[in-house]
C-alpha cells in the first residue's frame, strides 16, 4: 500500500488549498477514505471521509469549509479546503476509513493569521 498526499503549503487565512492523495496496493474503488490531520502536540484527528459510493461526512470544525471527493478511475482522493483558519494548520494525511496501519509522508498545511 502506498499513499502520496500532496497540495499543501502556506495560505493566509480565508483562503483555499486543494489536497490530493494517491493510493496503489489498494482495491481503491472498495474501499472509504479519510483525509485526516495532525497538529503540533496534539492527536491525529478524522476531518473529512467519504465511503466507496460517495457519501461523506465531515467534523464539525471544518463542516461547510470543506470537501471531500474521490476519483476511482485514478485512485485518488481530494480535500478542498475553503476559508482556512489558522487552526487548520497541521499535516494532513489520507488513509483508508478505518485507518491502515500504513501512512503517507503527509503534506503540511499552514495557515497564517
Known amino acids: 500500500v502506498q499513499l502520496v498526499e500532496s497540495g499543501g503549503g502556506l495560505v493566509q487565512a480565508g483562503g483555499s488549498l486543494r489536497l490530493a492523495c494517491a493510493a496503489s496496493?489498494?482495491?481503491?474503488?472498495?474501499?472509504?477514505m479519510g483525509w485526516y490531520r495532525q497538529a503540533p502536540g496534539r492527536q491525529r484527528e478524522l476531518v473529512a471521509s467519504?465511503?466507496?459510493?460517495?457519501?461523506?461526512n465531515y467534523a464539525p470544525s471544518v463542516k461547510g469549509r470543506f470537501t471531500i471527493s474521490r476519483d476511482n478511475a485514478k485512485n485518488t482522493v481530494y480535500l478542498q479546503m475553503n476559508s482556512l483558519k489558522p487552526e487548520d494548520t497541521a499535516v494532513y494525511y489520507c488513509?483508508?476509513?478505518?485507518?491502515?496501519?500504513?501512512w503517507g509522508q503527509g503534506t503540511l498545511v499552514t495557515v497564517s493569521s
Open positions: 496496493g489498494i482495491i481503491f474503488s472498495s474501499n472509504a
Open positions: 467519504i465511503t466507496s459510493s460517495g457519501f461523506t
Open positions: 488513509n483508508t476509513n478505518p485507518y491502515s496501519r500504513v
